[in-house]
């Protein structure tokens, strides 16, 4: 029996710190089986954001390891889809010659929150669950 090919996704956005960082760390979780996904960034950040470690181990999603990347290295990979997820990376994205989709899908960036760290936190913990809520399903429905 012939094993299927895993489809290939990349999620861009500005830092590659919070955002599509929480986006990789949901298809790795939900959709690993069928999806091999990558994250990076315009500008990338120095670290990954804490607080987007913190509310994804709250839901069983281990991101603590990831880097922010930039997206260069990606650009002349293959590449089934290719998802921005804040508007500032679609603004100045490239085009993905080896992408079969590019789709945008626009969350607000939790790392700009203010507030004390639990006012802050009630914000990450939006941004994920819309995250999984909206881009999960789009990602399941091309497979």
């Given at each position: 029996?012939?094993?299927?090919?895993?489809?290939?996704?990349?999620?861009?956005?500005?830092?590659?710190?919070?955002?599509?960082?929480?986006?990789e760390g949901w298809v790795r979780h939900l959709l690993g089986e069928?999806?091999e996904v990558a994250s990076a960034g315009t500008q990338p950040a120095?670290?990954?954001?804490?607080?987007?470690?913190?509310?994804?181990?709250?839901?069983?999603?281990?991101?603590?390891?990831?880097?922010?990347?930039?997206?260069?290295?990606?650009?002349?990979?293959?590449?089934?889809?290719?998802?921005?997820?804040?508007?500032?990376?679609?603004?100045?994205?490239?085009?993905?010659?080896?992408?079969?989709?590019?789709?945008?899908?626009?969350?607000?960036?939790?790392?700009?929150?203010?507030?004390?760290?639990?006012?802050?936190?009630?914000?990450?913990?939006?941004?994920?669950?819309?995250?999984?809520?909206?881009?999960?399903?789009?990602?399941?429905k091309r497979l």
């Amino acid at each position: 029996m012939q094993t299927m090919a895993k489809k290939r996704v990349l999620i861009l956005c500005t830092g590659n710190s919070c955002r599509s960082q929480m986006a990789e760390g949901w298809v790795r979780h939900l959709l690993g089986e069928r999806w091999e996904v990558a994250s990076a960034g315009t500008q990338p950040a120095d670290q990954i954001a804490p607080l987007a470690v913190r509310v994804m181990a709250e839901v069983g999603v281990d991101i603590s390891a990831a880097k922010p990347k930039h997206w260069a290295p990606f650009l002349d990979q293959r590449w089934d889809l290719v998802v921005t997820v804040c508007d500032s990376a679609r603004e100045s994205c490239p085009i993905f010659p080896g992408a079969a989709e590019q789709i945008h899908l626009s969350f607000p960036d939790p790392v700009s929150a203010v507030g004390s760290e639990k006012e802050r936190l009630v914000v990450y913990r939006a941004v994920r669950d819309n995250i999984r809520a909206r881009l999960v399903p789009e990602i399941t429905k091309r497979l």
